[in-house]
């Protein structure tokens, strides 16, 4: 497609760091062995034999086994005290979610991880007294995905002190340890409701770092770099202000000395949701090695794919700095999995406050919905050039300049020229383009 461009580099480039719509929602329906069981034997054996010389299946239906989940409410999700593990400048808050195997309540470690916790970077020598004068986490109970009250974990970043001036991360990790010779994690798949702060774009300033960093994973490090790490960013035109999606693999080079980025896609067509909740999927497989086959990683918002990329082994994949197959030059294994980061470009005081909600957190060892697809439901169909933005009644903070429409089934009422948020309702648009009918809100970029 080409409104998603997808580059190699080979430079030594170093690497910087709403409501949801309701026909997003879907789950994952139970096997159906049950099913099959109460049918005669006959039919039963016919029954797979066309499955099976068919290749369908329900949608959702898949081999994955879910590991882990939790809707951050008090019965799945709790969080520690505040502890400090490196010095004085970082603390952390244990989490726990419910682990699928055992329905119990327990530390968020699959891959046979070790912690779980919500991390707090602040860059300047801080207290357990002191530590909320620059930054928390806590769970909150707000108006959730489908406009009723859930519970979400806030990360919030208030103004960060530190001399350099940057550095300042709320994250949520997933931490396996530093041992070089572990078994990898294997295919993993996550996803989960997020909302930005409606502001993103405000905060997002040219001379200071245009970045919002939204998730990555890295792998163990070789002299401080990581071997291979693979990062969603949010980015921001610095000529049209518009907000857009970032996705790169990179890590240290042959030499262990520098970083090097592997592969980038841009993706400037699925709308970044500020102010609003959206669906964000992730599924990664990585080689065995990085020269015998071929890596994937694949990311989705509210169902529209952002990336997926394919990354062939060292040996053809033209990258030539011996990463392929979505590993680096030293094969080494993941050990860290930042599921969610609020960590921005330039000093946080220059933007603060910097803060954000996630909700609904799954963790899978595949694709739950079948192979490279997502567990979102399709978009209403608005005009011609128009992407769907919000449902009615709900409010929606446009990125930049934008038109916008609000209808259903061919019948919409437009606005034009507009900036900051609009509601989606009869009253903003004078009217109801097609009554007795729910209707949905569609932006387009100017």
Same mark, same amino acid.
């Given at each position: 497609?080409?409104?998603?461009?997808?580059?190699?580099?080979?430079?030594?480039?170093?690497?910087?760091?709403?409501?949801?719509?309701?026909?997003?929602?879907?789950?994952?329906?139970?096997?159906?062995?049950?099913?099959?069981?109460?049918?005669?034997?006959?039919?039963?054996?016919?029954?797979?034999? =066309?499955?099976?010389?068919t290749?369908?299946?329900?949608?959702?239906?898949?081999?994955?086994?879910q590991?882990?989940t939790?809707?951050?409410?008090?019965?799945?999700?709790?969080?520690?005290?505040?502890?400090?593990p %490196?010095?004085?400048?970082?603390?952390?808050?244990?989490?726990?979610?419910?682990?699928?195997?055992?329905?119990?309540?327990?530390?968020?470690?699959?891959?046979?991880g070790?912690?779980?916790?919500?991390q @707090?970077?602040?860059?300047?020598?801080?207290t357990?007294?002191?530590?909320?004068?620059?930054?928390?986490?806590?769970i909150?109970?707000?108006?959730?995905?489908?406009?009723?009250?859930?519970?979400?974990?806030?990360?919030?970043i208030?103004?960060?002190?530190?001399?350099?001036?940057?550095?300042?991360?709320?994250?949520? +990790?997933?931490?396996?340890?530093?041992?070089?010779?572990?078994?990898?994690?294997?295919?993993?798949?996550?996803?989960?409701?997020?909302?930005?702060?409606?502001?993103?774009?405000?905060?997002?300033?040219?001379?200071?770092?245009?970045?919002?960093?939204?998730?990555?994973?890295?792998?163990?490090?070789?002299?401080?770099?990581?071997?291979?790490?693979?990062?969603?960013?949010?980015?921001k035109?610095?000529?049209?202000?518009?907000?857009?999606?970032?996705?790169?693999?990179?890590?240290?080079?042959p030499?262990?000395?520098?970083?090097?980025?592997?592969?980038? =896609?841009?993706?400037?067509?699925?709308?970044?949701?500020?102010?609003?909740?959206?669906?964000?999927?992730?599924?990664?497989?990585?080689?065995?090695?990085?020269?015998?086959? +071929?890596?994937?990683?694949?990311?989705?918002?509210?169902?529209?794919v952002i990336?997926?990329?394919?990354?062939?082994?060292?040996?053809?994949?033209?990258? %030539?700095?011996?990463?392929?197959?979505?590993?680096?030059?030293?094969?080494?294994?993941?050990?860290?999995?930042? @599921?969610?980061?609020n960590?921005?470009?330039?000093?946080?005081?220059?933007?603060?406050?910097?803060?954000?909600?996630?909700?609904?957190?799954?963790i899978?060892?595949?694709?739950?919905?079948?192979?490279?697809?997502?567990?979102?439901?399709?978009a209403?169909?608005?005009?011609?050039?128009?992407?769907?933005?919000?449902?009615?009644?709900?409010?929606?903070?446009?990125?930049? @300049?934008?038109?916008?429409?609000?209808?259903?089934?061919?019948?919409?009422?437009?606005?034009?020229?507009?900036?900051?948020?609009?509601?989606?309702?009869?009253?903003?648009?004078?009217?109801?383009?097609?009554?007795?009918?729910?209707?949905?809100?569609?932006?387009?970029?100017?």
């Amino acid at each position: 497609m080409n409104n998603i461009s997808s580059q190699k580099f080979v430079s030594t480039t170093k690497h910087s760091p709403m409501i949801a719509p309701r026909w997003l929602f879907t789950s994952v329906p139970r096997a159906f062995a049950g099913c099959i069981a109460r049918l005669r034997v006959g039919m039963a054996a016919i029954a797979l034999l =066309v499955i099976a010389s068919t290749g369908f299946f329900a949608p959702g239906v898949h081999a994955a086994t879910q590991l882990y989940t939790t809707d951050f409410s008090p019965a799945q999700t709790a969080l520690s005290p505040l502890s400090f593990p %490196n010095g004085t400048t970082e603390f952390s808050r244990d989490i726990t979610g419910i682990n699928e195997a055992t329905g119990g309540q327990q530390a968020i470690i699959p891959f046979n991880g070790l912690r779980s916790f919500d991390q @707090l970077i602040v860059g300047a020598p801080v207290t357990v007294s002191t530590i909320g004068n620059y930054m928390e986490s806590k769970i909150q109970q707000v108006t959730g995905p489908n406009g009723t009250p859930v519970y979400a974990l806030y990360q919030g970043i208030k103004t960060n002190t530190a001399p350099q001036g940057t550095g300042a991360q709320n994250t949520l +990790t997933i931490y396996r340890g530093e041992n070089p010779n572990m078994a990898d994690t294997g295919d993993f798949y996550y996803t989960y409701w997020f909302k930005y702060q409606p502001d993103l774009a405000d905060k997002l300033i040219q001379s200071q770092g245009n970045w919002r960093l939204l998730s990555q994973f890295k792998t163990v490090e070789v002299n401080g770099i990581s071997d291979y790490r693979i990062s969603t960013y949010v980015y921001k035109n610095s000529s049209t202000g518009q907000l857009y999606w970032h996705v790169q693999g990179d890590g240290v080079n042959p030499q262990g000395t520098a970083n090097l980025i592997h592969w980038q =896609v841009n993706n400037t067509t699925v709308p970044v949701p500020v102010g609003a909740w959206f669906k964000y999927e992730v599924f990664v497989h990585r080689a065995a090695s990085n020269n015998s086959s +071929t890596g994937r990683f694949w990311a989705a918002i509210n169902g529209r794919v952002i990336a997926d990329y394919s990354d062939g082994p060292k040996s053809t994949n033209g990258h %030539n700095d011996g990463s392929g197959g979505l590993r680096g030059p030293y094969v080494l294994p993941i050990n860290r999995i930042m @599921l969610a980061n609020n960590y921005s470009g330039g000093p946080a005081t220059a933007a603060s406050p910097l803060y954000q909600w996630l909700t609904g957190l799954e963790i899978w060892d595949g694709f739950p919905c079948g192979v490279g697809k997502s567990c979102a439901k399709p978009a209403p169909v608005g005009p011609t050039g128009y992407t769907f933005c919000a449902n009615e009644s709900q409010t929606y903070t446009l990125s930049s @300049l934008s038109d916008v429409a609000y209808g259903a089934n061919g019948s919409f009422y437009y606005l034009y020229g507009l900036t900051g948020s609009v509601s989606f309702d009869n009253t903003t648009f004078g009217g109801d383009p097609l009554p007795n009918v729910s209707k949905s809100g569609f932006c387009k970029v100017r």
